[in-house]
Structure formats: C-alpha cells, structure tokens
C-alpha cells in the first residue's frame, strides 16, 4: 500500500512536470511541421513566464498574466517569424538569438520593476492558478485504488494542465483532419507545391509560428503561476530543448509526443524524488536521471531504434523562382 | 559578377549589423530608466581605462577566441557546432586530469600537456555528434545541443562523485600544484617598481589562442585539408564530384572544432581558477556563436570579435557593480550581435545589395 501513495504520488508530479515540456513540444511541433525549425522553445517560455507572474504580481490577476504571457511569447515569435520567414535568415541562429535575448531581458526587465535580483515577487491567491478539483473528489478518496487515482493523480490541478493535454487530440484533429493542418504539414514537405496550389507559403509559415508562441506561452505561463509561484531567473532550465528532445522522440506525432513528454516528466519527477537510486547494489546516480532525455533522443536521432526523420524542406528558407 | 565589393561584404555589413545592435542596446539601457552615455563611458574606463581593466577583458577574450574558431571552423564545412559549450567542459575535465594526476616539473611541459589533454577530450565530446552527422544523418545541430546538456551532467557526476577531494562540500576538484600554475600578465609584464595587471587572471593561454588564430589561419587557407573543408562547405555536390568524401571532412572539421573548444580550458581552469568547478565554461562555448558570426568565420575577424567581447564582458562586470544595470545586459547585447550578423543578416545586405548595384550603373 506504501508503494501504491508513492507510486500516485510520483505520477501525479509526473504529470504536472510534464505539462510545460507537452505545450512547448506541440509547439514546436506546428512550427517544424510547417518547416520552420524552433530551438527558441526555451527563450519563448522564459520571456512568457516572465510576463506572466510580472502582469499576475502588478494586476493581481492570473487570467491577465496569462494574457501578457503569450503576447510576449508572440513577440518573440514574430521575430522569429520576420529572420526566418521574410528574411529568410538561419532559423538555427535566429533560435540561439531568441533564447539570449529572452535570458538577458526577462533579467534585465525584472531587476528594473521589481528590484529583486532578477525575480518577481511571490504570486498570491489571485496570482496564481489554483487547483481544479473534480467532483466527488473528497468523497471518493477512500475508496481503494480507483479512489487515489481519481482524487489524486487526475483531480486537483490547475486549468493548464487540462488544457495541455486536450492540446494532444485537438493539435492532431487539426494537422490530420482539416484542410488548414494539410496545408501546414505539405508546406513543411515541399512548400513549391503547396505555393503553386496558389496557397500563401508565408502565411502558412506564419500562422504556424504564430501558434507555436501561443502555446509556448501557455507553457511558460504554467511555469511561473501554476507550477511556481513567481518567476525566477532561467527558471525553465533547459526545459525547452527537453521540449525539443520529446519532439524528435515523438517522430513530430502529436499523440506520440504525448507519451514522450510524459517519459520525460517522470524521469524528472523520479529524479527530484529520489535522488540517487539504489537498485541493490547498482547506485544510478541522480545525474544519470539528468542526462537521460537527452541520451534517449540521442539515440533516436542516430536511428538505432527507428529512424526519425524531420520534414523534408524544415530549415531552409523557401525561395520562389522567378 | 559579385553583387557588391568584397570590402562591403567584409567590413560593412558586420559594421551596421554592431550599430545596429548598439542602437537597440542603447535604447534598452534607456527603457530601464539608466542614462546609455554613460554606461559606455563606465564600460571604457572600466575594461579599459586600466592595465588591471586590460586584464580581465584579454582573458576573456582569450576564451572567446577558442570559442569563436571553434565555431568558424566548423562553419567553413557549413557545420553549426552549438556545443562549443559542451566540448569546453570536457576540455576542462582534460585539463584537470593532466594537471592534477601527473607531477609535472614545470609549467610550460605542463602547458603543452594540458593543450594536448583539453584538445584530446573536446574532440571526443565532438566525434560522437560528427559520427552521427556523417554516417546518420543525425543533425548536427540537436546533437550538439544533446551534448551540452549531457556533458553538464557527467562534469557534475565526476566533481560530486569522483574528483572531489575527502571531506569538501564544493562540487570541485583540489587545487592543481605549485608547479602547473601558469604565469600571469602580471608576473610576466611588471617591473620591480612598476607592477602591472594586478590580480587581472590574463595569463600565457592569450598568446597560445593568438598562436591558435595563425594555425587555423594556415589550415583554412594554405592546406590541402582547408581547401578542402572550404569546398564542401561551398557546395556538398561539388566538393563529391571532385573527389571529396563528406563524412571524411564532417568528422575532421568537427573533431578540429571540438579540440578548439576544449583548449578554451587551458585558459580558464588552468590559467585562472587553478582548479576545475561547476560551470566553468560560464557560457563563452555560446558567445564563440556570436565571435565566429561577427568575425565573419575569418580568424582575424574573430580575434577583433573576441577582445570586443572581452571588452563588452569585463565592461559589462564593470556596470553591474557601479549602476543597477545587471550583467544580463551582455547577454541581450549578445543576442542582439546574433541575431544582426546571423539571422537578420539579409535585411542588411539585401538594400545594401541594391544600393551598390545603382551606384554601379550609375558609373556605367
């Protein structure tokens, strides 16, 4: 029974960790489906946690920091947008920008209102969303198994979390069942067919960075006034290329990035519980748990078990002939 | 016919992409409420308007020029190593098992082991990726990135388990001796009555990384093997056709880049903390994106990039003890140079194109 409370109670922290790491995975996914590579996951997440517990802190309203959230995530995104897109610049290069630029703002930023060393102050009641609690969830806790599972793990998170995961069937519902995610996915294969189609190549690209920063900035929203209460300087942590690592993983399938990020969220929730794991003899050291995503992807991309391939035309910027 | 004069090419467009990238510095700076004028009189005096200012600034240039050849070098072969980072700290682990488990008589027999040991150990950490690229087709890219995050996580695993010395808490290895401390600027340059550089930690690794800077120099431009990294960077198709193999010159070019970011360790761990800590590196494998884009992937251009980056770092350090400006700022400034000289870099050339091309039929 020992084993079952801690077994709930690791998946429960699984699933919270892994909600910021599913938001910016299908985030990227949009974009690098419509061929427009993102490695500045982790810049648009920061930028928008920032945002987010900031307006939350001054405005004392969460549903407003959201907001600000992801019109600084869009921000961020536009720029992307505008090097990659209209520019037709490296999109690697404009990532590593996005990703300095947001480390050295959100900074920057929070030391010129707050004056607190780079942070926001902590988020209070308002600030922050508050856990959602499933009805009958108090009733039913004492019923054995079901009762746990149901109270525990699936009832009492915030409204985020939710959202991220009816995020899974919604993004693969319209990349595979409209005529918008068809155009999308064949913009990212061979964008001169779909421009001689007489669809809009730009446009697409654009909408589908547009998306990608509306998600990430839910998922930095997460971080700083769901998961944390407030934000704190390089709070996502590399967050954004475990995002990255999940997407390769995935094979950029929505339901398989799914259960990627759920693999990585538990590999965190195991690692911040546990610290080093004893398993008789063999001591796993807590920074194996650390490395492991990114080992495991690794691994993926050198096609040893299955190969992933990225979209065909992802990278390069689409020139019309003339 | 070239669109526009090669001096253009060269010069001005990384000139507007700097400007460019100050203006939007200097109007950040004005945003949080400080006066841009003068924080740059601040950064001047600060990193330069002192020999101990000098100090600090040609130190760290010294890491960002490892850094920065690392990544030129691997763009030549059109390759993007983002693991500078990564190939640094394993550098550093090189660096601390040369000096810490062999007794080396003196410090310049040392040196040459410890270049040897950092290069060997960062063109390890390059060659699992560059295989991959090569034989797999993994991108080099995400690899890279993989590789940093692990290399974080295996320096972090060996200075908390295996190197830390009985009965420290700091996550580091010991002290390395006496006899492999390397000479410092002011050792070097000060005079009985005269003491120069105090305390600054440049040492002997600038004159190795100007050293460094010649030899890839050499290698790019006068060497079968640079013609050759140079060509298939150029055109993959091409570089096939005459007889070039790619994976031969993905796995060279990355193994070249990796040792170069590795010997950055000679300089920060043998040169100045004597002793390898958590996150040594402080970012400069990163900033060697930036060094190599401004520097135009020249190792001339480079070397200036550099030392205005140590400018900008030591200067930066300057303001954040002075003003409330943080040291963040550097990194927004960083990003900006990125962004300008590398992604954006076609909104500056394409109406510099154009306007070249009128003055050009306008002279006709």
Known sequence: MEFFITLIQVLDSTIR??????????????????????????GKM????????????????????????????????????????TFRGNQLISGVAINFLAAGMTV?????????????????????????????????????IIGPIYSELLSGHSILVYVAFLMVPATWWVLFRTRFGLRLRAVGENPAAVDTAGVSVVGLRYAAVAICGVLCGIAGAYLATALQAGFVKDMTAGRGFIALAALIFAKWRPWHAMWACLLFGLLQAIALRFQNIDLGGIVIPVQVMDALPYILTVVILAGFVGKAVPPRAGGEPYVKER | MDKMPKWADVVLIPLISLILAAILSALVILAIGENPVEAVNLMVTGALGSTYGWGYTLYYATNFMFTGLAVAVAFHARLFNIGGEGQAMLGGLGVAMVCLYIPWPHWSIALLAACAGSMLFGAAWAAIPAYLQAKRGSHIVITTIMFNFIAAAFLNYMLVNVMRPQGSMDPATARFPEAVHLPTFQSMFSTAENVVFRGAPANISFFVAILACVVVWALIWRTRLGYEIRAYGHSETGAVYAGISPVRITIIAMLISGALAGMMAINNVMGEA????????????????????????????VFLAAILFGFLYQGGAELALWTSIPRELIVVIQALVILFTGALDNMVRMPLEKLFLSLRKGAE
Not at chain 1, 17 to 42: H, K, M, N, Q, V
Not at chain 1, 53 to 70: E, H, N, Q, R, Y
């Open chain 1, 17 to 42: 960790l892994a909600t910021p790491l599913l938001l910016a995975c299908l985030a990227g996914l949009y974009s690098e489906r419509a061929g427009i590579f993102d490695i500045g996951l982790e």
């Open chain 1, 108 to 144: 920057l930023v929070a030391q010129s209102w707050f004056q607190q060393g780079g942070r926001t102050p902590s988020l209070f009641d308002g600030g922050r969303f508050s856990p959602i609690e499933f009805p009958f969830a108090d009733a039913l806790s004492g019923v054995p």
């Open chain 2, 274 to 301: 004597e002793r390898l800590v958590l996150n040594s590196t402080e970012g400069a494998g990163f900033i060697g994106i930036a060094v190599a884009l401004m520097g135009r992937s020249h190792p001339f251009g």
């Open chain 1, 46 to 85: 920061l930028m928008a946690a920032f945002f987010s517990a900031a307006i939350a802190a001054v405005t004392g309203s969460v549903w407003l920091g959201l907001l600000a959230g992801i019109a600084s995530s869009l921000v961020l995104s536009g720029l992307h947008g505008l090097a990659s897109i």
